[in-house]
């Protein structure tokens, strides 16, 4: 999760309805950036190295998953928001995807020995434990469904990839009937948990997320590099779908579809580096993403203003990229991390202010 310097906006009306807004250098971190500034960074533990960001449901705690270097257990630390202050890490053995439950009381992983685990209480103590579907092909993603009963968790590996729709009590799964002969890159699920976006290399599905069956597809001209996916998400009013890819000719393109119709609505074109995160704001009306995989470099968080066409706002968040963001679910706080670790967190709602 990274970054890169220096970016101002200036708009190219295309054919239809579609918009794309090209980036230009305007100085070394640009002017927007100079004006915003984080409220804290949030100490870490000795030896916890932290790769990635998000906050309970409940917007109590910023949470940092990472590691201790040369150890195999996963750590997930808590940050009280109000004194953002470290107060506790729990432990697990080489996780690689978690959730929080919708009442953040129960904590869900997955690890490499192809068990998931459900953790609750103040320590967050172990209190299930059960196979994942296909041992030895780990979950990279997991996402409760509303209600907490019900999860889904997401394989996207290239052998075996699969997607299941999980029963938390009784440990039985339903796979997603997609056909995973081309690579699947990301999926995102709307937050009622009616319907799924999945995207692959070249392709976008929307699919029925009860009946599991596909409503729209949409296929690009396999002419690569033009064409491939690599993020999705869906906006909390389920209008909208976000895709993150590359366009021609080698360009970094987010481009902002009809949820319902799979119609291309705007394009952002030229970004500096292959997003990372796409974020929507809890009224569907503003796009994030983070760019920057490099250590010595700076990375880029971005606001889009989709319905005007244009960046709201766009900053630097530190000097070793930023492959990690977390809007907290009131959007009142963002989380950013570096590739060095470090986490900032900073006064999203002031800066959305401040954009208008």
């Given at each position: 999760m990274l970054w890169i310097a220096g970016f101002g906006c200036a708009l190219v009306m295309l054919c239809g309805d579609i918009l794309t807004a090209r980036l230009e250098a305007i100085g070394p971190l640009g002017e927007k950036s100079a004006l915003f500034e984080p409220?804290?960074?949030?100490?870490r533990p000795d030896g916890h190295l932290t790769h990635g960001v998000s906050f309970t449901p409940d917007g109590a705690y910023v949470i940092g998953f990472g590691n201790v270097r040369r150890q195999d257990d996963s750590l997930i630390d808590f940050w009280d928001i109000k004194t953002r202050k470290h107060v506790r890490t729990a432990r697990v053995p080489e996780c690689t995807a978690c959730d929080f439950s919708p009442d953040s009381a129960s904590l869900l992983t997955a690890s490499r020995?192809?068990?998931?685990?459900?953790?609750?209480g103040r320590n967050w103590a172990v209190v299930d434990e059960f196979d994942f579907a296909l041992p030895g092909n780990r979950p990279s993603g997991i996402k409760f469904l509303p209600g907490g009963k019900r999860f889904i968790s997401i394989c996207?590996?290239?052998k075996n990839p699969q997607i299941h729709f999980w029963d938390l009590e009784t440990h039985k799964s339903t796979p997603l009937p997609a056909d995973f002969k081309e690579q699947a890159t990301s999926v995102a699920v709307s937050a009622d948990a009616s319907r799924l976006a999945l995207a692959y290399a070249f392709k976008l599905e929307l699919w029925d997320a009860e009946r599991l069956q596909v409503l729209k597809r949409f296929e690009h001209k396999r002419e690569p590099?033009?064409?491939l996916?690599?993020?999705?998400a869906l906006s909390p009013d389920g209008k909208w779908i976000a895709t993150s890819g590359v366009g021609a000719p080698h360009r970094q393109v987010i481009t902002l579809w009809d949820a319902f119709t799979l119609e291309k609505l705007h394009q952002f074109d030229a970004l500096p580096d292959a997003a990372r995160r796409l974020i929507f704001t809890k009224d569907s009306k503003l796009l994030l993403t983070c760019t920057g995989t490099e250590y010595d470099l700076p990375g880029r968080v971005f606001v889009w203003d989709f319905a005007a066409g244009k960046i709201a706002a766009d900053f630097a968040p530190g000097?070793?990229?930023?492959?990690s963001m977390a809007l907290?679910?009131?959007n009142r706080w963002l989380a950013t991390c570096g590739m060095d670790s470090t986490l900032r967190l900073w006064d999203f709602e002031k800066l959305r202010l401040n954009a208008k």
């Open positions: 409220l804290c960074e949030l100490t020995d192809g068990k998931l685990r459900l953790l609750r996207l590996t290239l590099p033009a064409g996916f690599h993020g999705v000097k070793a990229g930023c492959p907290s679910p009131d």
